[in-house]
């Protein structure tokens, strides 16, 4: 299987900040790298695909980029509705895997 | 609008067999596959698996293969996760998702979970 490791697990971070968290894969992964955000009680939701492609209806504050083994996802200004847990998630290969997740707090 | 409606909370007991569900509706649903992804309390998510529904062929991670049963019925747009003897470690909350393309590859839409409660 394809191991995936975020870093940070959290961090603590003001509203306006820029927010940068990384995501690598045990082997290259191409572009096959997607983003996603859960809120407490809530569904994840998908943020941008294929490493730096963004879904439709997100905001342009959100942005990925990468290819290969690393990969980043930024958080330019962020906004209250922000704090959340991010994943980074492989579909390369089956089984398709996760990082354990980001959690972005309020500081 | 795409929508994946999941059926209701469960708690069950140890041994105990269970069907959840997942009815897709504002999209053809035997265009997409759908998967089902794990969330055991307070951690991170797992992907299990997942079914085409046009012909429910079925790709399972290694992990959850011969413990669950992914299927399908295209006639009401609903695909299912199975247990036929449930554990204490099934405890969790499961999430269906359709996969976006056979390109892409993202889960575009996700239903709104449904928990599961396993305990004696």
């Known amino acids: 299987d394809i191991q995936m490791t975020q870093s940070p697990s959290s961090l603590s971070a003001s509203v306006g900040d820029r927010v940068t968290i990384t995501c690598r894969a045990s082997q290259s992964i191409r572009r096959y790298l997607n983003w996603y955000q859960q809120k407490p009680g809530k569904a994840p939701k998908l943020l941008i695909y294929a490493a730096s492609s963004l879904q439709s209806g997100v905001p342009s504050r959100f942005s990925g980029s990468g290819s290969g083994t690393d990969f980043t996802l930024t958080i330019n200004s962020l906004q209250p509705e922000d704090y959340a847990t991010y994943y980074c998630?492989?579909?390369?290969?089956?089984?398709?895997?996760f990082g354990q997740g980001t959690k972005v707090e309020i500081k | 609008e795409v929508q994946l409606v999941q059926s209701g909370a469960e708690v069950r007991k140890p041994g105990e067999s269970l069907r959840i569900s997942c009815k897709g509706s504002g999209y053809s649903f035997t265009t997409y596959w759908i998967n089902w992804v794990r969330q055991m309390p307070g951690k991170g998510l797992e992907w299990m698996g997942r079914i085409d529904p046009s012909d429910s062929y079925t790709d399972y991670s290694p992990s959850f293969q011969g413990h669950v049963t992914i299927s399908a019925d295209k006639s009401i747009s609903t695909a299912y996760l199975q247990w036929s003897s449930l554990k204490a470690s099934d405890t969790a909350m499961y999430y269906c998702?359709?996969?976006?393309?056979?390109?892409?590859?993202?889960?575009?839409?996700w239903g709104q979970g449904t928990l599961v409660t396993v305990s004696s």
């Open positions: 998702a359709r996969l976006s393309t056979a390109a892409d590859m993202d889960f575009d839409y």
């Open positions: 998630q492989q579909s390369f290969n089956t089984p398709w895997t």
